[in-house]
């Protein structure tokens, strides 16, 4: 099923470079706030190098940009976008105690986009159902107000088949006392 999405993913991705890095992590680690992907990625193409995503992760990005490049871009995105001050120790604020060497030109290069999004193809599965994901806690009773999260649909069946169970349950259980409170009177001897 998933071959479609994912094989031309891969075959998209810069066969010659090995590993990629998280824009996020960049971000992260300056305490800035993230460029998109595109501009990013405009800027990497506008500096001379290549870039393409990966089709591990979906922030991940490749390319043959050697990581001075890729911090000098960073500097010149603070530069625009400044970042609160941090101590000295901390890696951001040593990376950004240097100057750029390279000027970031961020205007958007034609071939920032990767030919599978400029045709707005899916680059990840789709998730397999509605409301796919982390599902309530064990123990936990849903309530209308988690309408919102799984629809009303789950919640108004499930409500309906909560409602139905709890009598024949409440039932069940007296009618098994009501044995285990005979069987304890026939057992005592009388006076």
């Known amino acids: 099923m998933g071959v479609h999405i994912l094989l ?22 300056l305490k800035c706030t993230s460029p998109s992907a595109v501009i990013f990625r405009s ?12 089709h ?29 001050a941090q101590p000295p120790d901390q890696p951001g604020s040593i990376i950004l105690a240097k100057e750029p060497v390279l000027q970031a030109n ?17 680059r990840f599965l789709p998730n397999p159902e509605r409301h796919w994901g982390p599902k309530l806690r064990a123990g936990r009773q849903i309530t209308s ?15 309906n088949l909560e409602g139905r169970e709890e009598p024949d349950a409440k039932r069940q259980k007296t009618e098994v006392q009501k044995e285990e409170d005979q069987k304890t009177e026939d057992a005592t001897p009388s006076s």
Not at 16 to 27: A, G, I, Y
Not at 59 to 84: E, T, Y
Not at 151 to 159: A, F, K, Q, S, T
Request: one cysteine or more.
């Open 43 to 54: 800027a990497v193409i506008n500096a001379g190098y290549r870039i393409s995503g990966t």
């Open 106 to 122: 961020f205007a958007r290069a034609v071939a920032s986009l990767s030919k599978a999004q400029a045709k707005k193809v899916a």
């Open 145 to 159: 107000k988690h309408i919102s999260l799984l629809g009303p649909e789950v919640v108004n069946g499930h409500l």
């Open 56 to 84: 591990v992760n979906p922030l991940g990005l490749k390319s043959d940009a050697p990581m001075d490049v890729i911090w000098d871009i960073m500097r010149c995105w603070v530069k625009n976008h400044p970042v609160k």
């Open 8 to 29: 031309p993913n891969s075959l998209q991705e810069l066969p010659d470079v090995p590993l990629f890095l998280s824009l996020h992590n960049l971000c992260a680690t």
